[in-house]
């Protein structure tokens, strides 16, 4: 009856057990990370009785929880890529929505400008056009400045969001240090701390989530790495991350990792995770079309500034910049850092959208482009008079005073849609007229017909001096001389010579349509203009024709042309082959390069979807896989609960039994 009870008892005791488990996955059946437990039952230690051993009943020999460290392991892989890819993708779609919309685009606006433009040249006296054209170039120039401001919020938000993003991994590293140490302890009993494993993997998983990690079993306990095998948490000891701005630029943050007193930028180490997406985002998407915008921007004023610049507004004046001057002093001192270098821009068709680090350390300096770390010649003393030029980028850096700094990063193009702004308020000032114009004598007997001269090579703005002592008051006369079938040029001032170019070099070929080139260097200035006139039809000798320099031309069009012919011109990404001649097909228009930009962030964007949908996919198919055999099932364990009941009522009438048969024992006895 004593063996009895016992035997009724530990079936109590076990079926307790088993309903407490049950009642506890039930309970737990919406915390995230837990593991289903069950309990693992076995027989007591039988008892010999000289015939045979007879049981002694039941007992839980564990509790046991279901987890699969490879399971386990899967989810956290697939989560390191799905937050990775997710946080790439958030952010590429608020980008491809702003480049390519309507409102916010910079396409909208290139056409608008060149629409007012090209409406203006076809009237050039009419001011409320020349107006329309200021008006769009305010437009066209805020947009580019919205674009770089929402692009620079995003980066800021970047910068914002991981150092947020490093202080949960450094409370989650200290917690799974802290549960590495409960976990050692609680094992010194001899038992598995389910709940504190489950909260450990819980724990790590969360951190999956932030950064790419690494995670290995020592001894009981998990050790997680991150970048390229930085120990974040060895055992109960945790490291921690830190971001600061960068040191070679302070608009970007850096990630340190600590340890100890020690600190390591490991930036370019960092993968996975919601961190290593925003760091991939950032190098891949966002340094790109902050330089791409701004190298659209700086091509835009360059090149409608210089071509205003060789033309004559209405009061006969050479044309002003309609867009602030590229190379003002402030604009310079903002493409560098640290600050002290004055970054000139020589040649936006030349311009990549890549930043350059200059190397002051070395004799002589050595520079490198960073977008694809290709080394790059360095020549030129660093002075206003002598700059530095790195290879043949378009620009080139020169220091005031000594540099306090041994190395440069430089940015050309980073804030050039910042700096992008409308200066010119006096429509009377827009330069459509050509510089120089043809007129045949009435009194020629021959048939021959001049063209407007065409400015093909000068500086920009021309100098209205040069063109005095060019043309002279009242033009040059070029007398046709039958015999020769050339041009008289005695005419012409010192430094000017003219020379044939087609059909043929040495003289013109009557009744073909003839080209000739008038080349002057000024011996004042220096500079050096070269036009190209046409002369057809069948010239007589003594036949005269007049070039003179156009004050007047209000009616005249022609520079106006030109500026609208910016609109498909190839001047952003022009290629140049040895000799510093741009090479055939090579280069894009303004908007052709606006377009490459928004085709590339568009495909990236597409990219980032499929990505995303495929990356959830196996998350969730990994997730599952856990489940399957790790999560609660309700249906489950409720049929467990009535088991469990069921057992231990029987094993309470097995102890009303042994009651029973005592009390009649005792009676019997009595």
């Known amino acids: ?283 891949e998407v966002l340094d790109p079309t902050f330089n791409s915008i701004g190298r659209l921007a700086l091509s ?111 940015m050309p193009t980073r804030r050039g849609a910042a700096g992008i702004e409308k200066t010119l308020d006096q429509p009377e000032q827009l330069a459509f007229a050509a510089s120089a114009r043809a007129t045949a004598a009435t009194q020629n007997r021959g048939t021959g017909a001049i063209g407007q001269p065409e400015l093909v090579e000068g500086p920009s703005p021309i100098d209205t001096a040069d063109l005095g002592r060019l043309f002279g008051t009242s033009g040059r006369t070029l007398t046709f001389d039958g015999t020769t079938g050339t041009f008289d040029t005695s005419n012409l001032p010192a430094g000017a010579t003219l020379s044939y170019v087609s059909p043929s070099t040495t003289g013109l070929t009557s009744g073909q349509n003839n080209t000739v080139r008038l080349e002057y260097t000024d011996a004042v200035t220096g500079n050096s203009y070269t036009y190209d006139f046409t002369v057809s039809g069948v010239p007589q000798s003594g036949d005269t024709f007049n070039l003179a320099y156009n004050q007047s031309g209000v009616s005249d069009n022609r520079n106006g042309l030109k500026l609208v012919d910016l609109q498909n011109k190839a001047t952003v990404g022009v290629s140049y082959d040895g000799a510093g001649d741009p090479i055939a097909n090579t280069g894009v228009s303004f908007s052709d390069g606006y377009g490459d930009l928004v085709e590339r962030v568009g495909t990236l964007t597409a990219q980032a979807r499929v990505d995303s949908e495929a990356t959830t996919a196996l998350l969730t198919q990994a997730q599952n896989n856990r489940d399957s055999l790790s999560a609660v099932n309700l249906d489950e364990e409720a049929a467990k609960l009535i088991q469990f009941e069921q057992y231990y009522n029987a094993s309470a009438q097995v102890i009303q039994v042994a009651r029973s048969l005592f009390d009649t024992l005792i009676s019997s006895i009595g």
């Open 1 to 283: 009856m004593a063996d009895l009870l016992g035997i009724g008892l530990s079936g109590l005791r076990t079926s307790q057990t088993s309903l407490t488990v049950t009642g506890h996955n039930i309970s737990n059946v919406n915390t995230p990370g837990y593991s289903r437990q069950e309990t693992v039952q076995g027989t007591r230690t039988p008892q010999y009785n000289g015939f045979g051993y007879i049981g002694s009943g039941a007992t839980v020999q564990d509790v046991r929880r279901l987890a699969s460290e490879f399971l386990t392991a899967q989810v956290r892989n697939n989560t390191v890529v799905a937050s990775d890819v997710e946080a790439y993708k958030t952010q590429i779609d608020q980008l491809d929505s702003l480049l390519a919309g309507t409102v916010t685009g910079i396409s909208p606006g290139l056409e608008s400008f060149f629409s007012a433009l090209q409406a203006a040249v076809e009237s050039p006296s009419d001011i409320p056009a020349r107006q329309l054209v200021l008006s769009e170039a305010e437009g066209l120039a805020k947009r580019f400045n919205t674009v770089y401001e929402r692009i620079d919020q995003q980066n800021q938000f970047i910068n914002k969001q991981m150092g947020s993003i490093a202080d949960q991994v450094n409370r989650l590293s200290a917690s799974i240090a802290g549960y590495n140490d409960s976990i050692a302890a609680a094992r010194g009993n001899g038992a598995e701390p389910n709940d504190l494993l489950d909260a450990r993997d819980e724990a790590i998983r969360e951190l999956s989530e932030l950064i790419g990690v690494q995670v290995t079993d020592q001894d009981g306990a998990k050790n997680v790495f991150i970048g390229t095998g930085q120990p974040l948490v060895v055992g109960k000891q945790a490291n921690s991350i830190a971001i600061t701005p960068s040191t070679n630029d302070p608009t970007r943050t850096q990630v340190e990792f600590i340890s100890g007193g020690s600190r390591q930028s490991i930036t370019n180490q960092v993968t996975g995770g919601e961190l290593g997406g925003l760091l991939r985002y950032r190098d």
């Open 300 to 410: 835009v004023s360059e090149q409608v500034n210089d071509q205003l610049g060789q033309g004559i507004d209405l009061a006969g004046n050479v044309g002003t910049g309609l867009f602030k001057d590229i190379n003002s002093p402030d604009l310079q001192a903002l493409r560098s850092f640290p600050t002290g270098a004055d970054v000139a821009i020589s040649d936006t068709s030349k311009l990549t959208t890549s930043d350059y680090r200059l190397d002051l350390s070395t004799t002589p300096p050595t520079a490198r482009r960073l977008n694809d770390n290709a080394t790059l010649a360095v020549t030129g003393t660093g002075t206003a008079a002598d700059p530095y030029l790195i290879g043949d980028e378009g620009f080139e850096v020169s220091f005031a005073s000594p540099p306090t700094a041994t190395a440069y990063t430089i």
